[in-house]
């Protein structure tokens, strides 16, 4: 008999292998992970756990419970990318376990399985879990209190529902009060649902005081330190501007339709969305036979009520980003998982075989897509280098669904058919993180730049960037106080500083640019000397004769 935790150790397993290969690879991708890796940065440049930082800025858009954590593997691992992508790997291997240990509580270690198998090696799940970013842990505290709710509600037990309290304490940290927010608007409609065909248990007002104690607990000294460091403005920043702010306007031109999240997550549950539908099917008609079946039931109605409505309000909010959505694979994780294992008690040849079979026409369809989109832009031989890497990983998971569909052909064998995608699906991603993304640092030249700039820099010297992406990078790279440079002919640019300013200042001024800058560009009477190139990126150092009064054109 295997012992309770075996599904969540293999769980933990399966993630490892997806997520941590290749982790530390290349340089950070601009520009949310170059911003949070330098928020973490400089934690430690400033000794500064309470109040964040963004290039020398005090800085309120993240709760800090990533940049924490980021910090703490910085310190001991160094400041570089694997140490700043470690708390979502880590995250996403507790997910990995927690979802298999979950689902074999209720649906048995097969289900449990299918669940972890499936999560794990879903693109957005593995993607989420290889970034800089803090979307991992929210993702992992919102679903352990879905998780321990849900088993707090069918088992009564006080611990199960104080469980759930802490972990979406530390989603709040993490993320703010959409933890709170998305794990109760799950939850609670599950609650009013599921009671009508079992037995569900409220927790004693006793239960409620301690999960509440032990949540303020954890989430209260943060903005307790801040309140008293530089006052309310800040947190009023944080909860108003960049939380509720997010949801009623559009934050840095991140807007969507309403259907924005539909394509997301068709190719971020990829390639399992493939069997979505008939999980569905499945679901539904699981719910309209008269006799429970053996926790099933409960747990396909906390994945309908998981799926749909998070969706939708995240459908409404008016900022949208990919990653918003990724909270709700665990619940398409799962409803597939017992769809597959309904397939070992009850074999249905025909679902299977139309829905597998749409996986290798779809890899088929995209890899055509790539090869004519090559040719007909004469793409680059770096760009081709990097489609023919995607080909390749294609090729990889399209072998894989041919032999799952040919598996899913015979009962006897359709019960390996999931561990053969499974197994192709990794490989791919792993293949990706390994291969394709490290041949992907030649599109991204503001590291190398910011290298010859470290290589030269004096003291005194101003470090900016005109008119290119990458000032977060540029910032990560150098040292904080970069600056943002306006057109040159603009002596007040919006958000930015004049370029006079900013070469005039200081002695020397490194200027990462377009290296296709106008014939009458003005260099104040200083000597511009192009330093190197890089892409479509230049970078220029402004020396010599101090400025003039009158700018004479270079």
């Not at 040719?375 to 770096?382: E, G, I, M, P, S």
Request: aromatic share 12%; hydrophobic share 55%; net charge positive.
């Amino acid at each position: 008999m295997q012992k309770p935790g075996y599904v969540a150790f293999i769980g933990a397993c399966i993630a490892a292998l997806v997520t941590l290969p290749g982790l530390g690879s290349g340089t950070l991708w601009d520009n949310s992970e170059t911003a949070y890796g330098e928020v973490a940065r400089e934690i430690l440049l400033y000794h500064d756990a309470v109040v964040m930082h963004l290039n020398g800025a005090v800085w309120f858009v993240q709760p800090p419970l990533y940049f924490w954590l980021a910090a703490l593997f910085a310190k001991i691992f160094g400041i570089g990318t694997f140490a700043l992508r470690l708390p979502a790997a880590l995250a996403t291997i507790a997910m990995g376990a927690m979802t298999g240990y979950a689902v074999e509580r209720s649906a048995g270690a097969r289900a449990g399985l299918y669940a972890t198998m499936i999560l794990s090696t879903s693109l957005m799940q593995a993607i989420v879990g290889r970034l800089a970013i803090m979307d991992a842990l929210l993702d992992l505290a919102v679903a352990m209190t879905i998780f321990w709710w849900f088993r707090a509600l069918q088992t009564g037990l006080a611990r199960y529902f104080i469980f759930g309290w802490v972990a979406t304490a530390f989603g709040v940290l993490a993320k703010g009060p959409v933890a709170l927010v998305v794990a109760l608007m799950v939850i609670v409609p599950f609650y009013f649902w599921n009671r009508r065909r079992e037995p569900m248990t409220l927790p004693s007002w006793k239960t409620w005081c301690a999960g509440l104690a032990l949540f303020a607990l954890v989430v209260a000294p943060w903005p307790l330190m801040v309140f008293f460091r530089v006052g309310s403005g800040a947190i009023g920043e944080l909860i108003g501007h960049y939380t509720i702010g997010r949801y009623t306007g559009t934050i840095e031109n991140q807007a969507g339709p309403v259907w924005y999240y539909v394509p997301v997550l068709i190719l971020g549950f990829f390639p399992w969305v493939a069997f979505f539908p008939a999980a569905i099917v499945y679901g539904i008609n699981q719910l309209r036979r008269d006799a429970p079946n053996d926790g099933f039931d409960a747990l396909i109605r906390l994945a309908l009520v998981w799926i749909v409505v998070p969706f939708v309000f995240f459908s409404l909010a008016q900022t949208k980003l990919p990653n918003y959505i990724a909270l709700e694979i665990p619940a398409l994780a799962f409803i597939v998982a017992l769809y597959f294992d309904s397939i070992v008690k009850r074999y249905r040849r025909r679902s299977l075989l139309i829905s597998s079979a749409a996986i290798p026409v779809t890899i088929g369809c995209l890899a055509v897509a790539i090869v004519l989109f090559a040719h007909v832009n004469r793409l680059t031989a770096d760009a081709q280098s990097v489609s023919g890497d995607l080909i390749a990983v294609g090729t990889v998971l399209f072998l894989g669904s041919i032999v799952t569909t040919l598996l899913f052909l015979s009962e006897r064998t359709a019960v390996h058919a999931a561990q053969v995608l499974a197994a192709s699906a990794a490989a791919s991603i792993v293949l990706l993180g390994v291969v394709a993304l490290p041949h992907a640092e030649r599109f991204k030249p503001i590291p190398r730049l910011a290298a010859v700039i470290e290589a030269r820099r004096q003291p005194g010297d101003r470090v900016a960037i005109q008119g290119v992406p990458g000032g977060n990078a540029l910032v990560f790279y150098t040292e904080p106080g970069v600056v943002a440079v306006g057109a040159s002919g603009d002596p007040h640019p919006a958000g930015a500083t004049s370029a006079r300013e900013v070469i005039c200042a200081a002695e020397r001024a490194f200027v990462v640019g377009s290296r296709r800058r106008p014939t009458d560009d003005p260099a104040f009477g200083r000597r511009r000397t192009v330093l190197a190139q890089d892409g479509n990126d230049a970078l220029f150092l402004f020396d010599g004769p101090r400025c003039t009064q009158v700018s004479p054109r270079s």
